[in-house]
Nanobody
Framework: QVQVVESGGGLVQAGGSLRLSCVAS????????MRWYRQTAGKQRELVAT???????NYADALKGRFTISRDNAKNTVYLQINSLKPEDTAIYYC?????????WGQGTQVTVSS
């Protein structure tokens, strides 16, 4: 069973930065598509960024420039660097691993940005 665990969230002031981490069990992260999503109360989960097995990344148009997704396959870890944080970035951030038609979700990590 694949497990995905996020970490790195917290309370930060506007303008600050955070780096979220997502660790996947086993050794399939290196051959999987990984995505970061975020969700606020009452809203649908929003795709933030994608990185494929070749480390090609894509971002939601509205979020380009402040978010950077990267991966370290040796550590089975994907990262999401968020710079110049804004109060509207407050959300639960989820990591998802896509492999062979299945999706594995983490439990999420809370990011709260104070103004």
């Amino acid at each position: 069973q694949v497990q995905v665990v996020e970490s790195g969230g917290g309370l930060v002031q506007a303008g600050g930065s955070l780096r979220l981490s997502c660790v996947a069990s086993g050794s399939i992260l290196g051959v999987s598509v990984m995505r970061w999503y975020r969700q606020t109360a009452g809203k649908q989960r929003e795709l933030v960024a994608t990185i494929d097995s070749g480390s090609v990344s894509n971002y939601a148009d509205a979020l380009k420039g402040r978010f950077t997704i990267s991966r370290d396959n040796a550590k089975n870890t994907v990262y999401l660097q968020i710079n110049s944080l804004k109060p509207e970035d407050t959300a639960i951030y989820y990591c998802a691993l896509f492999r062979l038609g299945r999706t594995y979700w983490g439990q999420g990590t809370q990011v709260t940005v104070s103004s």
